[in-house]
């Protein structure tokens, strides 16, 4: 990791509050396969699955186009979060149930200590229930400002 990477601060940011969540059993940066659900034991479920895309520029800033570097950029910063559970009885309330518990608990600071600007959370409208799992994604995107070396 790079020792001025915002953007994989801001991720880690993402999975720790996650963990912090007590009915998230397990938190990963890797996301499973649907035919690898059945290999993963309970005890790790429901997982959160945190994803960090590239940041795309939306403004750059230069005090002297002279000089070839840009001062720094804003940009926006998708990171998604995929929830698996297992839930064969009723799955869309768990499903309501974890969207909340994520919601309050990814704005509870949305500023992550004032390293970004702006947090907004879309939830997908497309679930999936794969009787008897379940599996949902919320789309955070985050604007934020960096230099060229820290993105």
Known sequence: ?????????????FVSKLGTIPTIATVERKKPQLNELDGIAETQLPMAVVLGKLPVPQEIKWSSREQGVPDYFISDLDVEVLVYGRDNVTPDSSISNFADDIWEK????????????????KPDVDTL??????????VCTVTYQHQTGGI
């Open 129 to 138: 229930i794969y009787d008897p799992y379940f599996m949902f994604r919320m």
């Open 106 to 121: 990814l704005y509870s600071d949305p500023t992550i200590g004032g390293l970004i600007r702006l947090l907004q959370i």
């Open 1 to 13: 990791m790079s020792a001025n990477s915002k953007r994989e601060l801001i991720i880690l940011d």
